[in-house]
């Protein structure tokens, strides 16, 4: 007020002054007009301002004004005016004070809230003139805005501290006080539905037990302003049309320190779907469209399922080229009937093309491999349902951190242009280090590979793994396009050497496999398998009958042929679609070798996105094999289920028959199902809620002779550039004695279903 009240002050006592000198000079002409003390703002910007010209006879009116004018500019504490008689006429000279430059702009006394966001929230910079008025619309904007963020005892001047003799330091002075308390939040006019239920909807609540957990019971602005929006939505998924909220009012009580935010709204009516129509389609019919439709004649009107329809509408003329297709929903009310009748009008345009598929960000992978993903290419009819298909055909590939394919529409032409930029990550490796697994117990490990070798998309592995129970060696090497054909083709080699409760089997082979697309999503693939197996007792009086008997060395010569559809959205991380695999394996006969069989396994899983982030996934897997022309399944081609990959809680292999001493003795045929609630934590965290069952049934047996054993309990993932760490807690359900433990801890690295 102080630097207000001497503004006033000086302007009246100027005005009061020119009426006493300036009586004189009335009519009298302007020769000259001066300008004295502007150092920084220019002349002709206080010219520009004023009315007082040369040539004009002299008016003590137009001096006051000029006066005003000047000040007005906001820049200047002192004005002047100095008038003289000079030959001709009248001498007019402006003398100005100019106010002091903002040197620096600082904040004393904010805790709560960071420096840098309240000199977002300021339109002051330093190397301004000070301006008290917007000095001062400044403070007020800063007390809004902490009381937007529930600060409603917040308290803030100014001053100012001579740095030179025409620079300053303006220095806001800040009391935030406490952050005040939601007390009540008061909803008036609902009818049709009751506060408690409406108050769900609004994420604006007052202070309660939990508040300190979920950060609720302080009023942000813009939360209270989305949760007008929720309401609104609410009532209009409701059927009431005509539902206005009103602006809400925040008061706060200073004896309870505390606010009150009360929110008027009027409901109108409830209105009911009356006809439904569709117009204008030719391309698809409307028994098509209708299929789309959620909403149905006589139900109660609900925004956001027209809003979900038009969406699917517009999707599935999408899928057939028809991008640009407009659907324009019309309501005709009929009060008296408290309904509304809905017209569906359909522009649907012409066929829309792939014009260009531009591809950015890759620096070692060539754009062919990219290319070649794509299940549209440059002139082909746009599909949506393709586009989106090449959008996780990429993402799969494993090569990159992130994938963005935006669609560039030219509608004047119909075409749309195909923008793909990435961000590639590091996929060849080279890594020394070790590890524990709940099987294996601590593991060594050394592995070099390569994801996408020389950038053309080829696969090299090369590992060494080594437990104090088991050894592995790995070299496998894969083309997915072999002759720039969507045909697969590699090769493995490997030696494994594994000890088990009772004996130690040796294991060294090679496969080769080819694989091809046959469908979408489907893939038909071959795998050619020879392994030298040796079986080495170590007790023979500790071993089975059956391990004894497997005594020995024996070879498989094989071929597996499997039909695999793959429509999941990521194959680390999937939140929809599914995998379904069927296999079989025919091993001996024409093929050669020691060992005879066959062994055909069917598995499913599942994944649907349930509520936000949270994803549920189902699995199933059932397997079938036999030893054929009087030669029995070898003991280490049978179905063993417990552990980590199978049912949870359990020792691993623990599950099924056992011998005399307690070994498990495996099956040839099994059933495992898993159910899985995944949910997110933090950023590369998510957590699950896992129910587990499965068994293995013997020769002679069928199918689910013995109850399914069952496991259940939490479990994390740690998605890391190495693959996601699996961490599990299981607990046996149906507890037997022979089972030795109720719970188990599972760790491994990779996926399982």
């Not at 409603?152 to 501290?161: D, H």
């Not at 309904?339 to 890759?362: A, H, P, Q, W």
């Not at 552990?643 to 691993?652: A, E, I, M, P, S």
Request: aromatic share 10%.
């Amino acid at each position: 007020m102080r630097v207000q009240t001497t503004v006033v002050f000086r302007l009246l006592l100027c005005l009061a002054a020119g009426l006493i000198l300036g009586a004189g000079w009335e009519g009298l002409a302007v020769k000259e007009i001066n300008i004295q003390g502007n150092r920084k703002i220019e002349r002709q910007a206080i010219l520009h301002k004023i009315q007082t010209k040369i040539g004009q006879p002299f008016s003590q009116g137009k001096i006051d004004q000029d006066i005003k004018a000047i000040y007005a500019i906001g820049y200047f504490e002192n004005i002047k005016v100095d008038v003289k008689e000079v030959e001709g006429g009248l001498s007019v000279t402006y003398i100005v004070t100019e106010r002091p430059l903002i040197k620096k702009i600082t904040f004393s006394g904010n805790k709560k809230i960071k420096t840098e966001t309240l000199q977002e929230k300021i339109d002051l910079t330093s190397g301004s003139i000070l301006n008290p008025y917007l000095v001062k619309k400044n403070v007020q904007g800063l007390a809004q805005f902490y009381r937007d963020e529930g600060y409603y005892l917040v308290q803030i001047s100014y001053r100012t501290e001579k740095i030179s003799e025409d620079q300053i330091e303006l220095i806001f002075d800040i009391q935030e006080g406490k952050k005040v308390k939601i007390r009540q939040v008061i909803i008036e006019g609902n009818r049709s539905y009751s506060d408690k239920e409406l108050k769900k909807v609004l994420k604006t609540k007052k202070r309660g037990l939990f508040s300190f957990i979920t950060s609720s019971g302080y009023l942000k602005k813009d939360v209270l302003s989305q949760d007008i929006d929720r309401l609104e939505d609410f009532y209009l998924n409701h059927g009431f049309i005509h539902v206005a909220i009103g602006e809400p009012k925040v008061s706060f009580d200073p004896q309870k320190q505390g606010l009150t935010i009360t929110i008027p709204l009027s409901e109108g009516d409830q209105y009911r779907i009356g006809k439904i129509r569709i117009e204008g389609n030719r391309v698809i019919s409307t028994s098509q469209i209708y299929l789309q439709l959620k909403i149905r004649e006589g139900e109660i009107f609900n925004r956001a399922k027209l809003r979900q329809d038009v969406s699917a509408i517009q999707d599935l003329y999408a899928n057939q080229g028809y991008l640009f297709t407009h659907i324009l929903p019309m309501t005709n009310e009929i009060p008296e009937e408290k309904k509304v009748d809905l017209t569906l009008k359909i522009e649907e345009g012409g066929l829309t093309y792939v014009n260009r598929i531009k591809i950015s960000g890759n620096v070692k992978t060539r754009d062919k491999v990219i290319r070649r993903e794509m299940e549209v290419q440059e002139g082909d009819i746009f599909r949506s349902h393709k586009v989106r298909q090449s959008y996780n055909n990429i993402n799969n590939l494993g090569f990159f951190e992130e994938v963005n394919l935006d669609i560039q529409p030219e509608p004047e032409k119909n075409k749309v242009d195909l923008l793909i930029k990435v961000k590639e990550r590091m996929t060849g490796q080279m890594s020394i280090g070790g590890g524990y697994s709940s099987v294996d117990n601590f593991v060594g490990t050394a592995e070099i590979k390569h994801g996408n070798l020389f950038g053309l998309g080829e696969q090299l592995f090369l590992s060494a793994e080594i437990s104090s129970r088991r050894s592995t060696y790995d070299l496998g090497f894969t083309e997915p396009w072999l002759f720039d054909i969507p045909l697969s083709a590699g090769f493995d080699i490997y030696y494994v050497d594994k000890e088990f409760d009772a004996f130690t089997k040796t294991s060294r082979g090679g496969d080769l496999r080819l694989g091809y697309p046959v469908a979408e999503y489907s893939r038909l693939s071959g795998t050619y398998l020879y392994e030298k197996v040796n079986i080495k007792v170590d007790d023979p009086n500790s071993a089975s009958y059956d391990i004894r008997e497997a005594e020995g060395k024996s070879s498989t010569s094989s071929l597996r042929l499997s039909l695999a559809r793959d429509s999941r959205d990521n194959r680390i991380k999937p939140t929809s679609g599914s995998l379904n695999r069927i296999s079989f394996q025919f091993a001996g006969g024409f093929l050669g070798g020691s060992n005879y069989f066959t062994k055909t396994i069917l598995e499913s899983s599942w994944h649907f996105p349930i509520w936000k982030q949270l994803v549920l996934s189902l699995h199933g897997k059932i397997g079938y094999a036999a030893g054929y022309e009087s030669r029995p399944l070898p003991v280490f081609e049978r179905f063993y289920v417990g552990g980590l990959d199978t049912v949870r809680g359990y020792r691993d292999r623990s599950i099924g028959p056992k011998d005399e001493r307690g070994d498990p003795l495996g099956g040839n045929k099994s059933v495992v199902t898993n159910v899985e609630f995944n949910f997110p934590i933090y950023d590369i965290i998510r957590g699950v809620i896992f129910w587990d069952a499965g068994n293995v049934f013997v020769e002679g047996e069928e199918f689910f002779d013995q109850p399914l054993r069952m496991g259940a309990g939490l479990g994390v993932r740690f998605f890391t550039p190495i693959g996601p760490l699996r961490l599990d807690w299981g607990r046996v359900i149906n507890y037997r004695p022979e089972d030795k433990s109720r719970s188990q801890i599972h760790f491994a690295i990779g996926t399982y279903f």
